[in-house]
């Protein structure tokens, strides 16, 4: 765990190295901002609560989580640094570890910087606002964060190109939360499209954002980080 | 031959594949074992304390027969849920009941004799609306809950989606079929009969509210626990009565003062709703009330204000307009420490009236709601018009009002020191059965016992009417018809609300709070008990904060937006400079 923590830690430096984590994160927030604030306007709505910015916020990772993901493994493959990275003896699985949790911190960097807008909530509130759906909406973001961060690393571990690894990364992640929504759904017979509706990170995410941690959502979300780290270390393994 | 490398990837792909399937299996038994953390602070999505209480005290089964039409629910991927959800909130009520609850569910869908037993045990067959495979399609379906209990009439509770109100609507029906005693509410009643003239929010409805009128959505929820019924007030309130809803009190003259009066000396509990305003029926304008029994309420101890509250916190119109004259009392301003506002979260009073409470001794006074300190208050002349009405330039006219209030103790006659309205020597006002009841005593046990008292001194046994030995009373000259009065009321509460309007039909309907309020001052004052706590757990968040200004709102959305994103970009910068000053200096060292 301490090796996946070094490479964790290196990888997280990197983002820094560039502007893009500066720039990643201002367009996340301000998107997030927006969109809360103004889409639709929150005083308008007469009601101080975070409901709405969590109801964006899987669409924006849509974005934000293939583009912190996406160079990860396709830039070193593409640089050729892979080949040097594999031969340490270190172990596919540390690798991706490490890279998940780098790419995982920027998100949850990104989450923490949004901690104006429960402050504004509360401020805003005629009474005391109940913390409990905001701490569940932000523990929510975290594991769906993950989740994505986990697919996008896989679709980048499956090119070189870090263009088809975003395009790969969006993909895999709207196929995952469109399953969820009722009319995708029943498109499909009814059993599985009672099946489908449980594997969807939405309708998962809408369940703890109310304040409520089932272990059954924690145990989806943690499978679901589980099988995307193996199959990227199944991808990174097959090249 | 396969070469190393390949079997290695070939069993790394089946190691994924194997640890693939062990979580789905994992997942699929988690279904069935799986434990809950309830952030929320009113724990909203776990049984209530009141609810756990309620199924420990069970004495006896009590029997829920589910009829839920699972099959279809199923085919439906927006309803799918109901099920599971339905069946984890009963597995924990059966829990909590240990053993004193069966729960048995059925599914008519396919089954035409089910189908048969919901519609004739008082369910109704509802229609939902679902997709099908090219279009929306409209099915029908069962969910509701049969309740039993002993030999009592079954009790049906309609599940409505979401079923965040079925743990509430669950209580009250065990509570109405376990209770030992039914508790009544009379409401004052100034017509002497049921449905004359319905009405809406009507001019007329402003100052004669009735429960089979604008008072009907209160009625209904009420009695869904409760007797509700309508007392007329010139005649005796009847010792049933377990608490009077007194709302049109400017029709109260002097009998019905007697009468109400009397209830109180008699240990009645009394809600009292009154504004000092009044709309004119002809030209629908606000006025002052001329006829309020003022003297009769400040001998209990309060004044209703000639006066209108208007908050900036308070309803907004359709157009988003401010009403300030339908204030929102919040729970920041309500008394913290007392249990008939526990659990309150807000409510909406419509044109009120501002209440002053002067307790007089051997009685308790409490404010338990009060205006926010942005409200203000019109006397003499009184402006509703949304289009001018604007809240006052000068910051001295702003203060809080007390809009609802609590008196408590042993109150004292009106009448003690005044002579009776005529005509009310009607009937015996002499100690009642139910007057002996509440202290405890029985009527024949104390005939019984002066009767043996009388008889050892002996005498002939009495054959008045038996007089409580601890309550003061008075005989009447010249009314022999009415041999006492009682002086002094045992130990009993007033609750005074500042509005009466807050409770009619389209107003309940669209301020979601009053009713659980109205619910929880009923329940607190007759059962004591901590079931409306159940209902007052609401998901809803709080509304924002009326007062801001204009500008305020708009420095805190382009703050709200702006602000994080500019520190970010303007620490991004800053690294960008330095690690280029650094390499900078890198290069130049030789």
Not at chain 1, 8 to 26: H, Q, S
Not at chain 1, 62 to 73: D, Q, T, V, Y
Not at chain 1, 150 to 172: D, H, K, N, P, R
Not at chain 2, 513 to 519: D, E, R
Request: proline letters at 6%; hydrophobic letters at 45%.
């Amino acid at each position: 765990m301490s090796r996946a923590l070094t490479i964790a830690g290196k990888e997280f430096r990197t983002f820094f190295k560039t502007p893009v984590a500066p720039i990643v994160l201002f367009a996340f927030l301000l998107l997030a901002g927006l969109l809360f604030f103004f889409v639709p306007d929150y005083f308008a709505q007469g009601q101080a609560s975070m409901r709405g910015f969590f109801a964006y916020l899987p669409w924006l990772y849509l974005i934000f989580a293939p583009a912190i993901a996406m160079k990860m493994w396709a830039e070193e493959r593409k640089v050729g640094t892979i080949e040097t990275l594999l031969t340490m003896p270190l172990g596919e699985g540390t690798i991706v570890l490490g890279k998940f949790l780098a790419a995982f911190g920027l998100l949850a960097l990104a989450l923490a910087l949004t901690f104006p807008v429960p402050i504004i909530v509360a401020l805003t509130a005629a009474s005391a606002v109940d913390p409990g759906p905001i701490a569940g909406g932000y523990l929510g973001a975290l594991l769906l964060g993950a989740a994505y961060v986990a697919m996008c690393l896989f679709a980048s571990a499956l090119t070189q190109s870090q263009v088809v690894a975003f395009i790969i990364g969006v993909g895999l992640c709207l196929l995952f939360v469109v399953i969820g929504v009722e009319p995708v759904a029943n498109v499909f017979p009814q059993g599985l499209g009672e099946l489908l509706k449980g594997l969807s990170l939405l309708q998962r995410f809408a369940n703890i954002q109310r304040g409520v941690v089932d272990t059954r959502d924690v145990l989806y979300y943690l499978s679901m980080l589980a099988v995307f780290l193996l199959l990227n270390a199944a991808a990174v393994k097959r090249r | 031959m396969t070469t190393a490398p390949e079997r290695r990837r070939r069993s790394f792909a089946l190691c994924v594949l194997l640890v693939a399937a062990n979580l789905v299996l994992l997942n699929w038994i988690a279904l069935g074992r799986f434990a809950r953390v309830d952030l929320t602070r009113d724990r909203l999505f776990t049984l209530h304390e009141a609810t756990c209480d309620l199924l420990a005290g069970l004495d006896d089964l009590v029997t829920l027969r589910v009829f839920m039409s699972e099959k279809k629910f199923r085919e439906q991927a927006a309803y799918a849920a109901i099920p599971r959800e339905i069946r984890d909130l009963l597995d924990e009520y059966a829990a909590r009941a240990r053993g004193k609850l069966l729960v048995e569910y059925l599914d008519p869908s396919d089954d035409s004799e089910l189908r048969l037993e919901a519609r004739g045990a008082g369910l109704h067959e509802r229609s939902l609306q679902g997709f099908g495979e090219e279009s929306l399609v409209v099915f029908t379906c069962y969910l509701g809950i049969v309740l039993s209990y002993g030999g009592k009439p079954d009790q049906v509770v309609e599940i409505s989606y979401p079923i965040e109100t079925l743990e509430y609507s669950l209580d009250l029906a065990i509570a109405r079929l376990t209770q030992k005693e039914t508790i009544t509410i009379g409401f004052n009643s100034i017509r002497p009969r049921s449905g004359a003239g319905m009405r809406g929010l009507g001019a007329e409805a402003f100052d004669e509210h009735d429960i089979d009128g604008d008072y009907q959505t209160v009625k209904q929820a009420l009695a869904r626990q409760f007797e509700v019924e309508r007392m007329p007030m010139d005649r005796e309130i009847p010792a049933h009565v377990d608490l009077l809803v007194v709302h049109n009190v400017a029709h109260l003259d002097d009998r019905a003062q007697f009468y109400l009066d009397q209830y109180l000396m008699h240990g009645g509990k009394l809600v009292i709703l009154a504004e000092g305003i009044e709309r004119n029926r002809q030209v629908g304008v606000l006025a002052a009330r001329p006829v309020l029994p003022d003297a009769l309420f400040a001998r209990y101890g309060f004044t209703i204000k000639r006066n209108l509250v208007l908050d900036q916190q308070c309803a907004p119109s359709d157009q988003g307009l401010p009403l300030y004259f339908i204030p929102e009392l919040i729970e920041r301003y309500f008394d913290p420490e007392s249990p008939l506002m526990s659990g309150l979260k807000a409510f909406h009073v419509f044109e009120a009236s501002a209440i002053e409470l002067n307790p007089p001794a051997g009685v308790s006074g409490l404010v338990l709601a009060r205006s926010t300190p942005g409200a203000w208050a019109q006397e003499g002349f009184f402006d509703t018009d949304t289009r001018t009405l604007r809240p006052p330039a000068r910051l001295g006219e702003y203060r809080q009002f007390d809009m609802v209030g609590l008196l408590s103790g042993e109150f004292k006659s009106f009448y003690s020191d005044r002579a009776l309205p005529e005509g009310v020597a009607t009937s015996d006002r002499g100690p009642t059965r139910a007057d002996f009841e509440r202290q405890g005593l029985s009527l024949e046990e104390e005939e019984g016992e002066e009767e043996d008292a009388k008889e050892e001194q002996g005498e002939e046994p009495a054959e008045a009417p038996p007089q409580d030995p601890g309550e003061p009373e008075t005989e009447l000259p010249g009314a022999a018809s009415v041999p006492f009065i009682r002086e002094k009321s045992p130990q009993t509460a007033i609750v005074v609300i500042g509005n009466s309007r807050f409770l009619c039909n389209e107003i309940v309907r669209s301020a979601p709070g009053n009713l659980p309020f109205f619910w929880t001052l009923v329940d607190r004052l007759t059962v004591g008990s901590r079931l409306s706590e159940v209902q007052n757990r609401s998901a809803a968040p709080p509304s924002i904060k009326a007062d801001l200004s204009p500008a305020e709102k708009r420095l805190v959305k382009y703050c709200g937006m702006l602000g994080m994103p500019l520190v970010v970009l303007v620490l991004g910068v800053l690294l960008f400079v330095l690690r280029r000053t650094r390499n900078v200096s890198v290069q130049v060292e030789p």
